[in-house]
């Protein structure tokens, strides 16, 4: 076998989507608003007709933030009919923010995530745990989805998205089939490092070298991963009710383990939790131009 | 709002924490000339008020940054920062 016969899995590379809202035909004469969010990983476009969500896009960031922001917005628009030039008012966010050259207005991701959480998962939220490919936030907002209060860890790849991607590389399992593996055992085993994840890889390493399954390992690291973002939670306090956003929303591994250690339910939702904040940005972009048109009157 | 700006890391927690809601209300902007090491500014936020905060780019530095503020020995009650803000508003979580 040479190298070239080789297939190069990439473990660590998630799905990209796009999405159009079903009972939405005809947007023609609607007023169209957009959030881009640009992470350090991950960049969502998300469109808004009249206020509602019409549709929305989520994929890599590549190595130059501008053309992720028009990828990712041409492929929300993919279908609908409509161009960068039908959109009334546009908000960035996100740490490339200032990076969408076709943006109106750039807002904070902190009070983008507070924004669109409150609008999927409604006024009773109170308590947001952003989990993003390299920061983690804990967030606090009032009914309308205003921040009280928030706290950021970017330093360490711990208890972000960096974190999990280097795990599944280093164990071949996908970075999608993490979450469901992590329970396929017969006891919770403890967990691994949670202060940082080189030290995590390297007990994770000792482990199934000592004859421990992939999914054993998978999950003490979910556990310390869980850990780890659950102090962010206390430390910035914990109120209800509580909702996830972010990739590792969707890693059930994850979110299972953060419930049982703070004793709370995470709200759920159809929606990809990984869009807050792109939808956030485009709610607020929506009242921009429509406290802007009403003023005019 | 409650500002928390820095970090954790393996060797733990350092965060400087803020309400934010205090600096319309502010003039004299102590924290600005209080710290020798000048991490504090005035920024725009989302709703285009005034506040505090600490610069982008010392927030992951902010244990070793303020360690000269915080001698092992007689240490002050209320930090420089701290001291400078009339209404209280800012607070080291170490």
């Known amino acids: 076998m040479t190298m070239s016969n080789v297939e190069k899995v990439e473990y660590w590379r ?49 190595s130059n933030s501008p053309n992720s922001a028009i990828d990712a917005m041409k492929w929300a628009m993919d279908g609908t009919g409509l161009s960068l030039e039908d959109l009334r008012y546009t908000v960035g966010t996100g740490y490339g923010r200032v990076n969408v050259p076709f943006a109106d207005k750039s807002v904070t991701e902190i009070s983008c995530h507070a924004r669109g959480a409150n609008m999927i998962y409604g006024p009773s939220l109170r308590t947001i745990l952003d989990m993003g490919g390299q920061d983690c936030k804990a967030i606090h907002c009032n009914e309308v989805g205003r921040v009280t209060s928030f706290m950021m860890n970017d330093k360490c790849a711990a ?3 960096r974190g999990m991607e280097v795990i599944a590389n280093l164990l071949s399992v996908h970075v999608e089939d993490i979450g469901k593996m992590s329970f396929m055992i017969d006891e919770e085993p403890p967990p691994v490092s949670s202060v940082c994840v080189i030290f995590a890889k390297t007990e994770a390493t000792n482990l199934m070298r000592a004859g421990w399954s992939k999914e ?16 962010l939670l206390e430390r910035n306090g ?10 590792i929303a969707k890693n059930i591994g994850v979110v299972r383990r953060i419930e049982r250690i703070l004793g709370v339910r995470a709200l759920e939702t159809e929606m990809d ?25 | 709002m409650i500002a928390n700006y820095g970090f954790e890391d393996g060797s733990g927690s350092y965060y400087i924490a803020i309400d934010t809601d205090n600096c319309t209300d502010c003039k004299e902007r ?7 090491n000048k991490v504090f500014e005035m920024v725009l936020n989302d709703w285009d008020d005034e506040v505090a905060i600490i610069k982008e780019d010392y927030c992951n530095q902010l ?10 020995i007689d240490r002050p009650e209320l930090l420089p920062c701290e001291k400078a803000c009339s209404f209280r508003s800012i607070v080291h979580t170490w």
């Not at chain 1, 959030?35 to 991950?42: A, C, E, K, N, P």
């Open chain 1, 273 to 297: 939790q990984q869009i807050a904040g792109a939808l956030g940005a485009a709610t607020i972009a929506n009242e921009k131009i429509t406290n802007w048109w009403r003023r005019k009157k």
């Open chain 1, 238 to 247: 914990m109120e209800e009710d509580f909702a996830i956003t972010g990739g």
């Open chain 1, 159 to 161: 208890g972000t998205g």
């Open chain 2, 30 to 36: 102590g924290c600005l000339e209080s710290c020798q």
């Open chain 2, 63 to 72: 244990k070793s940054i303020c360690a000269g503020c915080k001698p092992l």
């Open chain 1, 216 to 231: 054993k390992v998978l999950a003490a690291y979910c556990h310390a991963m869980a850990l780890r973002v659950a102090r």
């Open chain 1, 14 to 62: 998630w799905g990209e989507s796009n999405w159009k809202n079903p009972n939405i035909s005809d947007c023609s004469g609607s007023l169209i608003t957009a959030g881009v969010d640009i992470g350090s990983t991950s960049t969502q476009a998300v469109i808004l007709a009249d206020g509602e969500l019409y549709a929305y896009s989520s994929i890599r960031t590549g």
